[in-house]
Nanobody
Framework: QLQASGGGLVQAGDTLRLSCAAS????????LGWFRQAPGKEREFVAS????????YYADSVKGRFTISRTKAANTLYLQMNSLKPEDTAVYYC????????????????WGQGTQVTVSS
């Protein structure tokens, strides 16, 4: 089970950190990812991390602004979002899948419920 939290209403340029608490199973062999979906748009890949090795991968649109990380002991995934822009407004979802594909939402087997991020200009 994945439980996302930390969303909110912020202004452009602000920072926000999302959390995703993982429970009920071991994700040591999994890729954990963040996706987002804006109104009227398809769900898009944001970032992913190999839970065991910690190797991260980012969408070009967030590279240099967002950082994905995880704390194994707390079984928690994070997304640190800096320099937020209005176009980052979306519902953000955490998800888990087995390797190797990390950017395609359809291959992710486990999903959290989503947390709303709204960035005003």
């Amino acid at each position: 089970q994945l439980q996302a939290s930390g969303g909110g209403l912020v202004q452009a340029g602000d920072t926000l950190r999302l959390s995703c608490a993982a429970s009920g199973r071991t994700f040591s062999s999994y890729i954990l990812g963040w996706f987002r979906q804006a109104p009227g748009k398809e769900r898009e890949f944001v970032a992913s991390i190999n839970w065991s090795a910690g190797v991260a991968y980012y969408a070009d649109s967030v590279k240099g602004r967002f950082t994905i990380s995880r704390t194994k002991a707390a079984n928690t995934l994070y997304l640190q979002m800096n320099s937020l822009k209005p176009e980052d407004t979306a519902v953000y979802y955490c998800a888990a899948t087995l390797p190797p594909c990390v950017t395609v939402a359809a291959v992710y087997e486990h999903w959290g419920q989503g947390t709303q991020v709204t960035v005003s200009s």
